[in-house]
């Protein structure tokens, strides 16, 4: 990863696209859905068509979160839940792999947490040379070790992996002041600094994802992936949602 202070030239070369299990299924549900799966796949599939290598790194929130698990009178040690949360982002992995499979994509599963028979081992040389060949990379259990999230899994591949950006999608349409789901007043802000995005505690990911992509200067792009053609207009480097960056692009 270059420390350069330039804007990156668009289109993108190579993107990490950070999907959360929210995605897969409806708002306000869990599990499994597989048409909002195709949904997702087919969007990565025409992005992909563009010729921009595509790493997705999924969560698993559909299914469980490590965090739910956290309470004192719980009797699952507060690792083995996230552990289980690592899981669940593999049974997404293999959800989306047969969707983008069906549409004709070339993919490839990999896991930080080693499972021979169901999806094969992360290996950065090895996820590199799977991009270059124009494969489609779903990379699961998150970063394979417990207490962080899939978004800090994210930007550590997405700096491993030399992307030109974190596009991180989720179902609001960028960063905004507020909650936009809670507040009809809250404002959707093009771009902020990764300064602005400590300073005012604005969510865009988690804390450790944040720090490392400031120091690195990857940018991220937040957007909304429910958004039809969103995916291939964020992969495309359109302007869509919210550019978090180190300098305030001109
Ligand atoms: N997790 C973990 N280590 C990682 C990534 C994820 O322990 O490197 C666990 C953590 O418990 C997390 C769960 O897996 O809550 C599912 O991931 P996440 O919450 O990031 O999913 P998302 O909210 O993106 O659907």
Do not use: W
């Not at 936009?180 to 300064?195: C, G, I």
Request: proline letters at 4%; a neutral charge; charged letters at 20%.
């Amino acid at each position: 990863m270059s420390a350069s202070q330039q804007p990156v030239p668009l289109p993108y070369k190579r993107v990490v696209l950070k999907i959360s299990g929210e995605g897969f299924c409806q708002p306000g549900e869990r599990g499994i859905i597989m048409d909002c799966v195709l949904h997702i796949a087919r969007q990565t599939y025409q992005a992909s068509q563009q010729g921009t290598q595509i790493a997705i790194v999924l969560g698993g929130g559909n299914i469980l979160r490590g965090a739910q698990f956290t309470s004192g009178n719980s009797s699952i040690h507060e690792a083995t839940a996230h552990y289980m949360g690592m899981l669940a982002t593999v049974m997404n992995g293999l959800a989306l792999q047969d969707a983008l499979e069906s549409l004709g994509c070339d993919t490839r599963l990999m896991t930080a947490i080693k499972m021979d028979g169901v999806a094969e081992a992360y290996i950065r040389r090895r996820a590199r040379r799977h991009l270059e060949k124009g494969r489609i990379i779903i990379l699961v259990a998150g970063t394979g070790s417990p207490f962080v999230t899939t978004d800090t899994a994210a930007a550590q591949r997405a700096l491993e992996l030399d992307a030109d950006v974190l596009l991180k999608a989720t179902r609001v349409d960028g960063v905004f002041s507020d909650d936009p789901e809670k507040n009809p007043h809250a404002v959707l802000y093009p771009e902020l600094t990764y300064d602005d995005v400590q300073r005012q505690n604005l969510r865009v990911m988690d804390q450790e994802a944040i720090a490392k992509c400031q120091q690195y200067e990857l940018p991220i792009l937040v957007f909304n992936f429910r958004k039809e053609g969103n995916i291939q207009r964020a992969v495309a480097g359109d302007r869509v949602g919210t550019l978090v960056h180190g300098t305030k692009p001109a």
